[in-house]
């Protein structure tokens, strides 16, 4: 059974602070991983997906992934208000490269 | 626009009463999925479908039925709904990806179901 594994929080942070959110990852064969946002009463979006090791930036996110480790992280630079949601690590779970098991969400809470 | 439309949005219903959620997307996706969402545990794959007529059970498939009879259309069967299924349920499509591509999924907008 593959598993991803995250601190469900909630974790506050300051306006304009970096907010690390960590997943940790059993399963040594997974290819990709993805990182969803989802506001409350709402459906998830993708925001950032990775699937080489080191980081990836897109705007104020930076994905960061560490294969040896069975780690990935995202990073969300000058941290807003409406960055407040649950957060979501994926992790892709077979070699069609459709199919995921999801963390239970990081709640990320922004405090202006 | 491209969607995943799911109904009903809401539904009350009682022990045993057999209900259908419908999921539909205009995206010409060939995946599609179930997720039920529950506080602390997350989304959990219930079935999933890599094409028309091709589905399989995902982790919490017990209680639950689906149908790929077209491209489009992906409904979860609650043959006999227990109180347990009392939960937000959403429906997912995705184009064919390999790894290396974004296999972004595409959620509908969920449907909260309580079974009394």
């Known amino acids: 059974q593959k598993e991803v594994e995250q601190n469900s929080g909630p974790l506050s942070v300051p306006e304009g602070a970096i907010a690390s959110l960590n997943c940790t990852y059993s399963d040594r064969g997974s290819q990709s991983f993805f990182w969803y946002r989802q506001y409350s009463g709402k459906s998830p979006e993708l925001i950032m997906f990775i699937y080489s090791n080191g980081d990836k930036e897109d705007g104020r996110f930076t994905a960061q992934l560490n294969k040896a480790s069975q780690y990935v992280s995202l990073l969300i630079r000058d941290s807003q208000p409406s960055d407040s949601a649950t957060y979501l690590c994926a992790s892709e779970r077979d070699n069609y490269g459709q199919n995921f098991v999801f963390g239970p969400g990081t709640r990320l809470s922004v405090l202006p | 626009e491209a969607q995943v439309t799911q109904n009903p949005r809401y539904l009350i219903t009682v022990t045993g009463k057999k209900l259908t959620v419908t999921c539909s997307q205009n995206?010409?996706?060939?995946?599609m999925s179930w997720y039920r969402q529950d506080p602390g545990l997350g989304l959990r794959q219930i079935y999933y479908?890599?094409?028309?007529?091709?589905?399989d059970k995902g982790d919490v498939p017990e209680g639950y039925k689906v149908s790929r009879k077209e491209k489009r259309n992906f409904p979860l069967i609650l043959e006999s709904p227990s109180p347990n299924q009392t939960s937000l349920y959403f429906c997912?499509?995705?184009?064919?990806?390999?790894?290396?591509?974004?296999?972004?999924?595409?959620f509908g907008e969920g449907s909260r179901l309580t079974v009394l």
């Open positions: 995206m010409n996706h060939e995946y």
């Open positions: 479908s890599m094409n028309v007529e091709v589905t």
């Open positions: 997912a499509s995705s184009s064919g990806t390999t790894f290396a591509n974004t296999g972004e999924l595409f």
